[in-house]
């Protein structure tokens, strides 16, 4: 007996990430009023991601595009749920994959001027930037590598490192 692989099959669309259900998932959370923990990374086919948990709710992968995001921002600053995203399975990868998607988040929020709290450096010892953001019905997780250049940044705009 010949056994025949197809590595085409294995590597379609067909199976790509199941991002409806991770959207699913993330909705009945917010529908059950959980506190969320968010991380935010680019998976490895270059698509911005949140990784979602909670306490009754194991990690998990959820593929973001700019409503997903202005949804998930919403629930955990306001615990308001809509359902913000009609088409989960539509989401495209970043233009620039050297950009890191985390750090840009980490920006977006300093120059909005939300309260963040960071890690003291002395208890750093691994080269990063530890940080979160607190809000009503979660946290934002963020840890980006620690850069001259990200030091400069944080200390000219009035954050406690």
Known sequence: MELKFNFNELLSSANAYDNKGAHQALLGMM?????????????????????????????????????????LLKYLAKGEVTDFDTDPMNVETQSNP?????????????????KIQYVPLFRESNGHVSANLPLYKGKIFFRVERTNELLDYLRENNQTI
């Open 31 to 71: 529908n059950r009023k959980e506190v969320i923990n968010v991380k935010f990374f680019t998976d490895k086919q270059s698509y911005p991601c949140a990784w979602i948990e909670s306490k009754g709710v194991a990690g998990f992968k959820y593929q973001l595009k700019s409503e997903s995001f202005k949804g």
């Open 98 to 114: 050297q950009e890191d998607f985390q750090l840009n988040i980490l920006k977006m929020f300093i120059e909005g001027g939300w």
